[in-house]
């Protein structure tokens, strides 16, 4: 998707279409998955779970064990302090 905004409204569309057919769409799992560059700050995870996401994969762009260690612990600072 392109923004959590998307995201919230191909979720509405979902939750629609499983009430037209007689499901609960609470019982639904709901991922976000961003590429390269996508999704990297906490505003971006509250966007995201404000948006009806019960998760977000971040594409990690290193490709080095070190860098991808260090890559993470950036994200973990930056996405959840």
Not at 12 to 23: F, H, K, N, P, S
Not at 46 to 68: M, P, Q, T
Request: glycine share 8%.
């Amino acid at each position: 998707v392109e923004s959590p905004e998307q995201f919230a409204e191909s979720g509405e569309r979902l939750a629609q279409a499983a009430e037209a057919v007689d499901r609960d769409p609470a019982l639904f799992d709901l991922t976000a998955y961003g590429l390269s560059g996508q999704w990297r700050t906490g505003d971006d995870v509250r966007a995201f779970e404000k948006a009806g996401a019960n998760r977000l994969i971040v594409w990690l762009d290193s490709r080095e064990l070190d860098g991808v260690v260090d890559e993470m612990e950036k994200l973990a600072a930056e996405m959840i302090g």
